[in-house]
């Protein structure tokens, strides 16, 4: 276990967004309440979880697009931040390293930009030595990595497909040469059948470059398939880590239990033979959670201790992590 | 089991008549749905599954038009009616329930009127207090606590979830016997949307309507229909009972998306196999079958015969599947 080498390290990471509610009041959702764990080089960490749970708020304040509350990460031995001795390093030299690919492409590129300067604009940033026509032969090459070619390159993006302009969102996150990739939710907005060509270019990519991902989406058999290990969120917090097959086979907290269950298996006898627990409820609101285990108020199996005290984040196997009160 | 034909479309058409040209969203589709029988239309976007829908529905807005072919409901033929006629077929024959129930709902009108409405504009003699009755008892139907204090709230007070409860209460207010369906869980989370699946089929069994049942979730298929048609690029190109669609897939293109699909139950870590290339521009369609650039089987006739006929495919039941 040990032996692999930590890239990320995140401990008691919290986010809270400020609310004004009346003249002098504030309040705040708490996104992000407490969450640790660590990112192994070369590995692909899942985050599952619906939506409102802090997943792309977990995922932005790693990178520190949203500045987190309080907590600590640490990237590759370096603290990047440190929410009680405040510190505020330059991210600058990390963004080169540390690289996300948005969810919705057409919201994410730049309308007014070719295909070539979104790209370009990544690489002059990171790479300013590149000039004239390595600079040129540099876009082509990340487009080609990508699956486009270079005659895309003086088009703009609304004359790509969905899946497409994913490709280009990756195109650009490559172009500082990263070796940890933030992936927010890259394929919930494309097609089904295009779903699984992103994926596999995701795979591929990580086997040549080695690349680190941080995969965080809404549904779990994408999840199950492309990550080593998983974490499930629920209400800000995490509520289990483990590997991926452990966690879909042997799922320990009851809220990965009926997700588990929630989901719809393409197999028409499967799916309807299987015993289900539904889910009573709606989630609550993060800006007033629940006392105790934040799913207290939806769990099959909630006793009066579950609604007084928070359960712990505790090891119960070895590399299954789970909060609960029942284990 | 013999039973009736409820719906019956043939060969239907319908164009979008746009400035860049026509594109033909639905080209040719034909099926019959039978009382009491859940029909899934799987498709990805711009397959036409939702235009088909709305056309039977007859709410399909301009440019869109139906050019071709026929919809009969219980025998009568649809594409006929007067405006008028149309407005007492909606809601109380068929009714719909759409993707994004908070853009379906009118945020300055309660539940409860919103609900009563739905009631009273199809039958002009149910008073207010038999309305205000029957709407309660439709909420706790759909499994929304507290019908009678619901009713007095705004959508924004509802969740996502329960927004969908209202909306399908809201469809079954006047008894249909056909619902469609267009999406009605794809906004909603997995654990809400199995709250959802749940519902429809307990009311499905309750009621005994049919359902058109429009998604581009395979696993939601699997769950609720008792037969699937899956469309591409505005034809039907296979339609069979749900284990046929499942476990014996025929065309290209079903095969293809049962494969692309990652598992959640999947055992060891597989290689997705993706179908290859973009989906079809519909305004500049291929020649011949429309899923031939992308179909690793493809042959040179399939780039050139104009469409693949349906072929009566002799496996246990007999289907039909747009391949040659």
């Known amino acids: 276990m040990d032996e692999r080498k930590a890239l990320l390290e995140v401990q008691h990471l919290r986010k809270y967004f400020p609310i004004k509610s009346g003249m002098f009041r504030t309040e705040y959702v708490q996104a992000v309440e407490d969450v640790t764990f660590t990112l192994y080089a070369g590995e692909t960490l899942g985050i599952v979880g619906e939506s409102g749970c802090g997943k792309s708020t977990l995922g932005r304040s790693i990178l520190r697009l949203h500045e987190p509350t309080s907590g600590k990460v640490i990237y590759d031995g370096t603290v990047i931040y440190d929410g009680e001795k405040k510190t505020q390093i330059s991210m600058l030299p990390y963004r080169k390293r540390m690289q996300i690919i948005f969810q919705d492409p057409s919201a994410s590129l730049d309308p007014r930009m070719t295909v070539g300067e979104i790209v370009g604009e990544a690489l002059s940033v990171h790479r300013p030595d590149l000039k ?149 409820g709606d989630v609550p609101s993060p800006l007033h959670p629940p006392t105790g285990c934040r799913f207290h108020t939806r769990c099959p199996y909630a006793t009066e201790e579950c609604a007084k005290s928070a359960p712990e984040w505790k090891e119960h196997r070895p590399g299954h992590f789970a909060s609960c009160h029942k284990l | 089991m013999e039973s009736k034909k409820l719906l019956e479309i043939k060969d239907l058409k319908v164009s979008f008549y746009t400035p860049a040209g026509e594109v033909k969203a639905v080209d040719g589709i ?25 056309s039977i529905i007859g709410l399909l807005q301009d440019p869109g038009k139906v050019i071709g072919g026929s919809i009969r409901f219980d025998g009568e033929d649809i594409l006929a009616y007067t405006p008028d006629q149309m407005r007492q077929f909606r809601g109380n024959k068929v009714s719909m329930i759409f993707q994004n129930p908070m853009t379906c709902l009118n945020p300055v009108y309660t539940i409860g009127d919103q609900l009563m ?25 759909v499994g929304i606590n507290n019908a009678e204090k619901r009713m007095k709230q705004y959508p924004h007070e509802f969740s996502g979830g329960m927004r969908q409860r209202a909306m399908i209460a809201m469809a079954l207010i006047c008894s249909p016997k056909l619902l469609i369906a267009d999406e009605p869980t794809t906004a909603l989370d997995v654990t809400i949307q199995a709250q959802i699946l749940e519902l429809m089929k307990d009311i499905q069994k309750k009621t005994g309507m049919a359902i058109v049942f429009i998604t581009h979730n395979l696993g939601v298929v699997a769950e609720v229909c008792d037969r699937v048609s899956v469309m591409y690029a505005g034809h039907i190109v296979e339609q069979g009972s749900v284990s046929d669609i499942f476990y014996r897939p025929a065309h290209p293109y079903t095969k293809g998306l049962l494969r692309s699909m990652p598992r959640v139950d999947e055992l060891e870590h597989e290689r997705l196999i993706p179908i290859e290339g973009t989906p079809v521009d519909l305004l500049d369609p291929p020649a011949g079958c429309a899923f031939g650039p992308r179909c690793e089987h493809c042959m040179k006739v399939c780039l050139k015969k104009p469409r693949p006929l349906w072929r009566w495919e002799t496996t246990a039941i007999l289907r039909p599947a747009g391949c040659t």
């Not at chain 1, 040129?136 to 790509?160: D, W, Y």
């Not at chain 1, 994913?166 to 040469?177: C, F, K, P």
């Not at chain 1, 990263?178 to 097609?191: G, H, K, T, Y």
């Open chain 2, 117 to 141: 409405e739905a009631l009273t504009c199809h039958n002009k003699n149910v008073s207010k207090k038999e309305a205000w009755d029957r709407a309660v008892e439709m909420l706790e139907l």
């Open chain 1, 132 to 280: 004239g026509k390595a600079y040129r032969a540099r876009i082509n090459e990340l487009l080609e990595t990508v699956g486009l070619n270079s005659e895309h390159s003086n088009r703009f993006p609304h004359e790509f497909s969905g899946g497409q302009q994913q490709r280009v969102g990756i195109a650009r996150a490559l172009a500082a040469e990263p070796e940890f990739i933030v992936c927010d939710e890259p394929i919930s907005a494309l097609d089904v059948s295009i779903q699984s060509q992103v994926v596999n270019m995701l795979e591929d990519l990580q086997k040549e470059r080695s690349l680190t991902y941080l995969f965080i989406a809404h549904d779990i058999s994408v999840v199950r398939h492309i990550s080593n290990r998983i974490g499930v969120m629920y209400l800000g917090q995490m509520v289990e880590l483990a590997e991926s097959y452990e966690l879909c086979s042997a799922p320990l907290h009851p809220y990965t239990q009926s997700l588990l269950s929630a989901v719809p298996l393409p197999d028409p006898d499967k799916t309807r033979a299987r015993q289900r627990t539904i889910l009573e």
């Open chain 2, 30 to 54: 034909s099926y019959d749905l039978n009382e009491h029988e859940v029909m899934g239309i799987v498709g990805e976007s711009g397959s036409g599954k939702s235009v088909e829908a709305y």
